[in-house]
């Protein structure tokens, strides 16, 4: 974990939920963190939490759905600290249904947001990181897709969409810029709380209630892939409860 002290991470969705947590556990390490999400009082909130700690925090309010902002969050990392060691592209959202119920705005959606936010996020830090010469990417992915289940299919199609991009820049990379997926399970967040579905909402809430895990879990996850020594990468992670399917 040593090789985290110094690191500059930016991450996206800091506001709350696997975001908060995976900021306050690097900047417990220390490591300079640059949040970005759309609630910039949460944002604010955030940061003073970790400074009053001992930490170092920055934050910029963005929105992952627009190139510019994730730009301006890398320009922010560069300005604060000189330097982006890694990029965690966390924001996501979900919008559960039956596919033939067309839930055409929904879907676009989670197209805007889990599969070309985190492109975004990836096309800001890579530059940065090829005149770097090293930096590592991290994709909070999910476990939908990895067992595809009903109402969860375009949900989990963007999901197995980022699988496969991050696994494609894997061979593609020479290994200076490091990328790893984390696949969540259940997960104690407000995440539910975004699904317009009532039906699924209630049923999601439901599991989470049952055995969803404390999203520490995945901020560790985090903190085991980016404390590798540089020749070592992390592909995958799937983390879920122990009790779920």
């Not at 010469?133 to 897709?145: F, K, L």
């Not at 989990?156 to 984390?182: H, L, M, P, Y």
């Not at 439901?206 to 892939?225: R, S, T, W």
Request: aromatic share 4%.
């Amino acid at each position: 974990m040593e090789n985290i002290k110094g690191k500059v991470v930016a991450i996206t969705g800091a506001s709350s939920g696997m975001g908060r947590s995976i900021a306050i556990a690097l900047a417990n390490k220390g490591a300079k963190v640059v949040l970005g999400a759309r609630r910039t009082e949460r944002l604010q909130q955030l940061v003073e939490e970790i400074k009053n700690n001992g930490g170092e925090a920055s934050f910029s309010t963005i929105d992952v759905t627009n190139k510019a902002d994730l730009a301006r969050l890398v320009t922010t990392a560069l300005q604060q600290y000189g330097k982006l060691d890694v990029m965690v592209n966390n924001a996501g959202i979900s919008q559960l249904s039956r596919i033939d119920e067309l839930d055409i705005e929904g879907w676009e959606q989670m197209i805007d947001i889990n599969i070309k936010g985190v492109l975004y996020g990836m096309a800001a830090a890579i530059p940065v990181f090829k005149r770097q010469q090293a930096g590592h990417i991290v994709n909070i992915i999910s476990t939908a897709g990895l067992k595809i289940t009903p109402i969860m299919g375009v949900y989990a199609g963007t999901k197995n969409a980022i699988r496969t991009i991050s696994e494609a820049f894997r061979q593609e990379s020479d290994g200076k810029v490091r990328i790893t997926g984390i696949s969540p399970g259940y997960v104690k967040t407000d995440f539910a709380n975004q699904i317009k579905n009532e039906e699924m909402k209630t049923a999601i809430q439901q599991g989470m209630q049952e055995m969803a895990i404390d999203p520490i879990a995945i901020a560790n996850a985090v903190l085991y892939a980016i404390s590798q020594p540089e020749d070592v990468e992390v592909g995958e992670i799937v983390i879920r409860p122990s009790k779920q399917n």
